[in-house]
């Protein structure tokens, strides 16, 4: 059994109600039925399989966004889950999605799971990885940029942290000051507390309940934010 299987099958808490987890029983119906039956559901605790199953339906819903989902893309989507979870886990993700595709995802009552029932930093998690699934062919096409903005306003994604995120993946002559949610015309001073604000925010430690694979994969968007910190640090001679 492959990473994500085990992600799946090791339990899943409030994915398997509501929306979530009718989606989920197309794909996994018998494995799930015996989880219900033998395991007390915790609704108020995420597990690493509620993480996962809230990704894989977004991101479902993002590649059909268009009307077409082509073998590249889920190739690209292979190739991001190789280098973030490694080779078990991207044949368990590409197995899952493919399954996804072929359902109708209400994409409104998904987010409202989600948006109920996982903490701000891992929804803010979960918008960082859909964007690098989006962008792991080298762009980011308009209709993906659309809708997984629409997704991050159903999931409750404030717009700075929205433009913060999406300026990790669209690069603009302001994209280092977008990250940190800050204007150009900002002090010094504002930059680095605006700075520690963020990387407070997105530390890895605040996902670290979901276990070292994805607080390790977490490392990315923590990455960024320095990086964007560094380069306004050199554009004003910051010491």
């Not at 190739?75 to 979870?85: D, P």
């Not at 990315?220 to 320095?226: H, M, P, V, Y």
């Amino acid at each position: 059994m492959g990473k994500f299987a085990k992600w799946i099958a090791g339990g899943l808490g409030w994915a398997l109600l509501g929306p979530i987890g009718g989606i989920l029983g197309f794909l996994f119906g018998g494995l799930l039925d015996e989880q219900m039956d033998g395991t007390a559901l915790e609704p108020g605790k995420t597990t690493p399989g509620d993480f996962v199953a809230s990704l894989m339906v977004l991101v479902a819903a993002v590649m059909k966004a268009d009307g077409k989902v082509l073998r590249s893309e889920l190739e690209y989507v292979k190739a991001w889950f190789i280098q973030n979870f490694g080779k078990s886990a991207a044949s368990d993700a590409v197995k899952m999605l493919g399954g996804l595709l072929k359902q109708n995802i209400p994409l409104e009552q998904v987010a409202s799971q989600i948006k109920m029932r996982l903490d701000y930093h891992s929804r803010l998690q979960l918008l960082h990885f859909i964007y690098g699934i989006a962008r792991a062919d080298g762009a980011l096409h308009a209709n993906e940029i659309q809708i997984i903005d629409r997704i991050a306003n159903l999931i409750g994604i404030s717009a700075s942290d929205q433009q913060s995120i999406r300026a990790m993946f669209v690069e603009e002559t302001d994209s280092a000051y977008k990250i940190l949610e800050v204007d150009k015309s900002a002090s010094d001073d504002e930059i680095k507390k605006a700075y520690r604000k963020m990387a407070m925010k997105y530390h890895p430690d605040k996902v670290a309940y979901l276990g070292e694979d994805f607080k390790n994969a977490a490392e990315e968007k923590f990455q960024k934010l320095n990086k964007a910190y560094e380069s306004i640090k050199k554009e004003r001679n910051i010491t």
